[in-house]
Structure formats: C-alpha cells, structure tokens
C-alpha cells in the first residue's frame, strides 16, 4: 500500500504547509498551530497515501442460500464431532456432509 503512495505530492503539501505555518508562528496560539499541522498531515495522507479497499468475496454463482445454510450446518458439526469425539455426532455430520454434496 505505501509503496504505491505518491510521495512527491506529500512531500510537496508538507512543505508548502511549513512555509505558510512560519507566517501564522507570531499570530497564533500552541493549540492553534498544532490543529493546523494534524489536519494538514491528515489531509495530505488522505490525498497521497492509497488506503486499503475491501473486496466483495466472489459468491458462486449455484451457492444460495439454502445450501450455504447447509454448508454452515455442515462446518458446525465437523466442528461438533472432532471437539466431543462422539459416535452421534460424526453420524449427524455424516449426514450433513451427504446433504451439501447432493445439493
């Protein structure tokens, strides 16, 4: 991500606010100039820096909702089975399996 950032125009926007800030230097107050240089770093990060973006999972396309839903049921019993180690619970997940893979 940061290796795509364009830093030339951070760098850019970094300096030219360090030009205007030693004007404000007299006239302002600490607090004044501190929110002046946090919002000035935030917005050339914002402008600059790409951020990470989230991508859709690719659904396929004969998953819907009712096998998902059977998938899910599946997993949970797998999970089930091999935490208890009992003979009912391999059969229900047995049987969940035969159920998602005739679907």
Known sequence: ???????????????????SIVDKAHTSSVEELWKLST?????GIQSSIPHKTLKNKASCPWINKDLAKKIRRRDRAYSRCKHTSRVEEEHKFENFQREVQRD
């Open 39 to 43: 919002d000035n770093v935030h917005e």
């Open 1 to 19: 991500m940061y290796h795509e950032a364009d830093w030339s125009n951070f760098r850019l926007s970094v300096s030219e606010f360090a030009k």
